[in-house]
């Protein structure tokens, strides 16, 4: 199916008299996670030489990637933060939205445990500990699936967290490696998700304070951005590189992707959890 595909292409370019350096390449708009994880050095040059296709990653929270499929400025979104993705395919902006992978997120702190949450598995009981005791905080600020997902956190733990900011809450309003590298420098608590936490080498005094709550859950999924809407997309590459990722090969690649041993993302386009 992939190697008909391929060779489809591939006519249709020379059809085209299109040359295939500017030609077989995509732009996909994914989140700071799976660039800042390195899961992206991992698996795409395993899918460019399978296919010849050059991938053109541009890494932002999931609301700006999101943002960048609505105008049209990538062919593939691969984001994690599912309600939004589903609202993007409802508004016709998307596609369909496959699953690809999932990991979960853990609340990162100061061995010191200021807060007094290091080893709580309730992620709900530990913010309203640090938002008590006024603890150091650093929130991403920027609209993407790790802030999206630290909101409805607060939310549920019962802390309107915009009444309750102060000068111990950090919204910096920039990606992953950013706000872990703040935290660093601070002392303070922040969500991550486990990848980026996993590939991150500036720790200073930081350690995992929290995990294994159901509700640190993060999947990820993938949407071809519609070209009934924007008709510069290019749907045939873009599909094919969406086959690949929940297909075979691809689900295999991201499966195979270790720092010191351990795996940052789980494969799960057929549905199935570990």
């Known amino acids: 199916m992939l190697t008909r595909r391929l060779f489809c292409v591939g006519m249709l370019l020379i059809l085209a008299g299109e040359t295939p350096a500017l030609a077989q390449s995509i732009v996909v708009a994914s989140t700071t996670s799976t660039q800042d994880s390195g899961l992206f050095d991992y698996i795409l040059p395993l899918f460019e030489k399978e296919t010849g296709i050059d991938v053109k990653v541009v890494a932002q929270g999931t609301g700006q990637a999101l943002d960048t499929g609505r105008r049209g400025d990538a062919d593939v979104v691969f984001v994690h933060a599912k309600a939004q993705e589903e609202k993007f395919i409802q508004e016709g902006f998307g596609v369909k939205r496959s699953d690809v992978m999932y990991n979960d997120f853990v609340l990162i702190g100061p061995k010191s445990d200021p807060a007094g949450v290091s080893g709580m598995t309730d992620i709900a009981a530990a913010l309203v500990s640090i938002k008590e005791k006024e603890a150091p905080f650093v929130s991403r600020g920027d609209r993407s699936g790790?802030?999206?997902?630290?909101?409805?956190?607060?939310?549920?733990?019962?802390?309107?967290?915009?009444?309750?900011?102060?000068?111990?809450?950090?919204?910096?309003?920039?990606?992953?490696?950013?706000?872990?590298?703040?935290?660093?420098?601070?002392?303070?608590?922040v969500l991550s998700d486990r990848g980026t936490w996993l590939s991150f080498r500036n720790r200073g005094d930081l350690a995992i304070s929290?995990?294994?709550?159901?509700?640190?859950?993060?999947?990820?999924?993938?949407?071809?951005?519609?070209p009934e809407k924007h008709p510069d997309v290019k749907a045939e590459l873009g599909q094919i590189f969406i086959d690949w990722l929940i297909g075979p090969e691809g689900q295999t690649a991201i499966g195979e992707y270790e720092i010191d041993g351990q795996q940052l993302f789980f494969p799960n386009a057929s549905g199935q959890r570990i």
Request: no cysteine; proline share 2%.
């Open 146 to 189: 790790t802030h999206s997902t630290e909101l409805t956190l607060w939310k549920e733990a019962g802390v309107d967290i915009e009444a309750a900011k102060g000068p111990w809450y950090k919204d910096i309003g920039q990606g992953m490696g950013a706000a872990l590298n703040t935290a660093s420098a601070m002392n303070a608590y």
């Open 210 to 226: 929290v995990e294994g709550d159901k509700r640190l859950f993060n999947q990820y999924g993938v949407m071809l951005v519609n």
